[in-house]
């Protein structure tokens, strides 16, 4: 079991807000067990690769390649995932701009199905959002948790995920009902219903994110007034210069 506190800024030369450390926690409480298409110890080798990503040659030559698909090789993996799993994460992590349809499509070919690729994607953008903020703060990243359980996935699928949006079925807007009713009230953008298709990568993503940035339903109101140090002004101008900067332009 996972029984130590991670992300224990006390001790660090610099205040940090203390629900930070929580939400971080409760994630890696999170990462640490069975997902809906991972073992505990397959989320967290996810995980473990998403970090290796930057220093992986191949990634490098790609990214700086006017057709990435025209560089051949082999990634500097630092997992035993299956080769397809680690395409998938590097890709995530190194080139996401360039994704294209037909990449998820030769993923599911290559044998890493559609709803796993949702959960690997959340667990890899959820851990890169972290390491990103330690980076940032000038910390190290945090070590990752041990597994802590042996259970085997739930592989629940939501009934009513459709395709006709992206690239991967996700839940109609207006879907978040039953079993996937607390994801959102009435409906809600794309870029909350992205991970529905395996719907706790949206519980936990989201979560995070409103202690990094704010809750979607916040987003939804303009709420100006926060417990934070910047106006919603302030948080939106940094949140755009990140976006851009990441070749994000939602």
Known sequence: MVSRTFFDYAARDIEIRSDLAEYFNVYWRQLSAAGTWFTASERIAIAAESRAAFDCALCLRRKNALSPNSIAGTHTAVTDLPPVMVEAIHKVVTDQARITESFVTELRENGLSEAAYV????????????????????????????????????????????????????????????????????????????????????????????????????????????????????????????????????
């Open 119 to 250: 959960e690997l994607v959340g667990i890899t953008v959820t851990v890169f959002s972290i390491d990103e903020f330690h980076r940032a703060m000038g910390l190290p990243l945090e070590a990752l948790p041990e597994p802590s359980d042996t259970l085997p996935p739930s592989r629940y699928s939501p009934p009513q995920a459709m395709h006709g949006t992206g690239f991967v079925a996700m839940l109609p807007s207006d879907g978040a009902v039953g079993h996937e009713e607390d994801l959102w009230s009435n409906k809600t953008a794309n870029v909350h219903r992205a991970l529905s298709l395996v719907p706790n990568a949206v519980r936990e993503w989201v979560a995070v994110m409103k202690a990094q940035y704010m809750s979607m339903t916040d987003i939804a109101t303009m709420q100006q007034e926060f417990d934070r140090s910047l106006s919603r002004a302030q948080m939106e101008i940094v949140a755009a210069r990140v976006s851009s900067y990441n070749d994000c332009f939602y």
